[in-house]
């Protein structure tokens, strides 16, 4: 299936430029949105505009959804029917994994198979190896599509669950919030009202998240295993320095409240006779 037509079905910035990446490597690709104007740019491109969603849904082998919410994407497989049988609805839309597994059987009552999808890129970045793509549903399917695919980016398929992408894309989103917020925490306190400039520390704050993303892997084979070696310090070693931070925190006027439940954990550990383990047992405190 390597000449796939595609039809891409929500023209924002992200479904533009899908769109734009397909015509580039000559996929013969239909278009629709809600708001016909937004259509001109690529029908000059070489793109087809289809009046209805049912007329784009018949058009193509490969249906790509690039809308605002769950909510949109339910109104336009209710609106496209039972065009979408035999095709592949691919779905970019942003929202929850169990929206994403309601879109999957929704897609399948109208006789379409379905992929869950996400992008981790800008749309600038879309079609380079700096974008990367996740999909979640099954095997065949991913396989089937996959030559029309790669050429948006680099390419992931997450599993057979259609909600695993959506999973992996807020918790990478989560994982840059917690990140982000971090390390304003730490610029914070680290300025101390000293009038030192933030960027002095920013060189000694890359340095330290580098040992966390060194060790990325490593830390996903301790949890898998349930296996936790000391490392650079026991939890023993990480309670009294966690309360420093908790006293200096609360002294600067900053948030205190997550290093308190981290030190909760740590001390719960320590009373469960792990005080030798390594930190990443915490994930184990963090279903409790």
């Given at each position: 299936m390597n000449e796939l037509s595609v039809t891409v079905l929500g023209l924002g910035a992200m479904g533009g430029a899908l769109a734009r990446t397909f015509l580039e490597h000559g996929h013969t690709t239909t278009v629709w949105n809600r708001s016909p104007a937004k259509a001109a740019p690529l029908v000059a491109?070489?793109?087809r505009h289809a009046g209805t969603v049912a007329d784009a849904m018949a058009a193509s082998d490969l249906v790509v959804l690039c809308l605002t919410g769950h909510d949109a994407v339910m109104e336009v497989l209710a609106a496209g029917g039972a065009a979408a049988a035999g095709r592949t609805v691919v779905d970019f839309s942003?929202?929850?994994?169990?929206?994403?597994r309601e879109t999957a059987a929704t897609a399948g009552e109208h006789g379409a198979a379905h992929l869950g999808a996400v992008i981790q890129a800008s749309p600038a970045d879309l079609g380079t190896p700096g974008a990367t793509l996740i999909?979640?549903?099954p095997a065949r399917v991913f396989a089937d599509c996959r030559p029309a695919l790669e050429p948006l980016g680099t390419t992931h398929h997450a599993g057979g669950d259609p909600g695993q992408a959506g999973l992996y894309d807020l918790a990478l989103l989560g994982l840059w919030y917690d990140t982000t917020f971090a390390y304003l925490n730490s610029l914070a306190l680290a300025g101390g009202g000293g009038g030192v400039p933030p960027?002095?520390?920013?060189?000694?704050?890359?340095k330290q998240m580098g040992y966390?993303?060194?060790?990325?892997?490593?830390?996903?084979?301790e949890v898998r295993d349930r296996a936790y070696p000391r490392g650079p310090a026991s939890l023993t070693e990480h309670a009294p320095v966690l309360e420093h931070l908790v006293r200096l925190r609360a002294s600067a006027k900053l948030g205190t409240a997550q290093l308190e439940e981290l030190l909760t954990f740590v001390e719960r550990r320590i009373a469960d006779g792990r005080g030798e383990e390594g930190f990443t047992g915490i994930v184990e405190e963090l279903a409790r």
């Open positions: 491109l070489g793109a942003t929202g929850t994994p169990d929206e994403a999909y979640s549903g960027e002095t520390f920013a060189p000694f704050a890359a966390v993303v060194a060790a990325a892997e490593e830390t996903a084979r």
